[in-house]
């Protein structure tokens, strides 16, 4: 009897295993919608549409930029966590919605790790700190002067409650006493249109969204969140150069897949997209707007995710930004 269920069990698992494979040898035979959780015209939406591009010229299927931002996340996240585990809709996500946004609530609507399947890393960038040209600094030490003696009359503007340009604010906020006000936004497209026209005076943002209103002078940068300076933004000082070493922080960029989804579907999609942020083409793309290009295995990925929400988890914690 023993020897039976053994056999029946090993032949189940050829079953479940030969059905993957087979999935994988088709996929894709449809049109790929890719999840975007901001509104568009943010880095994350560049980083997409040209992956998806490439993705269009290997397998010939169309690639569709969906943007669906709300939540910090949570809307494009719920979309993709209730999809079918087919490898046919991706998402993807930020340190503001993987590792952050879930922090934010006593029960989050979705878990980073445990509702999908990681596929690969695709980016990293700093947050840097940017403002109009109507606000009358040149560097951080100008600033913090300027809100010491009018507190609470400047304002900076995030992607979203809780994402990571909320969050490093707060951490600045904290290390240096500044009183500035939270206006939030859906996405980072949004809070960068609406700081350079000038309705908000202030935000930190990836480089890929403001690297080109800084070139031609609607915004000015006044400091790079990283421990050293960014390689084509050399001219920007870091916070640590500048004596506030504690404010380091950078987004960073991946992909993901609803729960279930075959293995196999997975390692080929992990295999594409890691073959195209290799490129000379798309690393120079990435280099230009202030990223820098990086991969991972799946299983790297899942990891990545799940070290990243944890230690989060603390800066949010001792923030005491909720959204419930």
């Known amino acids: 009897m ?55 010229e290997t397998w010939a299927q169309p690639v569709v930029i969906d943007s669906r931002p709300g939540g910090t996340g949570a809307v494009a996240s719920l979309i993709v966590k209730n999809a079918a585990p087919d490898g046919y809709t991706l998402l993807m996500i930020t ?9 934010l609530f006593r029960e989050p609507p979705y878990h980073p790790v445990r509702d999908f399947e990681a596929i690969t890393l695709v980016g990293t960038a700093p ?13 951080v ?10 507190p609470g009359k400047l304002n900076y503007a995030s992607p979203g409650t809780g994402s990571i340009g909320h969050m490093t604010m707060e951490l600045f906020k904290k290390v240096t006493g500044a009183n500035i006000v939270h206006i939030p936004y859906k996405g ?4 960068v249109r609406e700081t350079v026209g000038g309705q908000v005076q202030l935000m930190f943002s990836a480089p ?22 960014t390689p084509g933004l050399d001219d920007i000082p870091t916070f640590t150069e500048l004596g506030y070493p504690e404010v380091v922080a950078a987004n960073w960029y991946g992909v993901l ?6 293995a196999a579907v997975i390692n080929q999609i992990n295999r594409e997209i890691v073959r195209i942020v290799r490129l000379p083409e798309i690393k120079e793309m990435f280099f230009k707007r202030g990223y820098e290009t990086m991969s991972a295995t799946p299983e790297e990925a899942a990891k990545y995710v799940k070290d990243e929400f944890a230690k989060w988890g603390e800066v949010v914690k001792v923030s005491g930004v909720r959204l419930d």
């Open 141 to 150: 030490k100008e600033l913090l002067a300027l809100a010491k003696s009018e």
């Open 208 to 229: 890929g969204a403001v690297i080109g209103h800084i070139r031609v002078g609607r915004l000015k940068a006044l400091a790079v969140g990283s421990p050293r300076r």
């Open 2 to 56: 023993k020897t039976l269920r053994f056999g029946i069990l090993l032949s189940a698992i050829s079953i479940l295993a030969a059905a993957g494979v087979g999935v994988a040898d088709t996929y894709p035979s449809k049109p790929i919608r890719w999840i975007i959780p901001f509104s568009p015209g943010g880095g994350t939406e560049l980083m997409a549409r040209a992956i998806g591009q490439k993705l269009h």
């Open 127 to 139: 947050e840097m700190l940017v403002a109009h040209p109507s606000v009358q600094v040149n560097s």
């Open 257 to 262: 897949t609803t729960a279930g989804t075959p």
């Open 188 to 191: 980072s497209g949004a809070a």
């Open 95 to 103: 340190s503001s919605t993987h590792a952050i946004s879930p922090n």
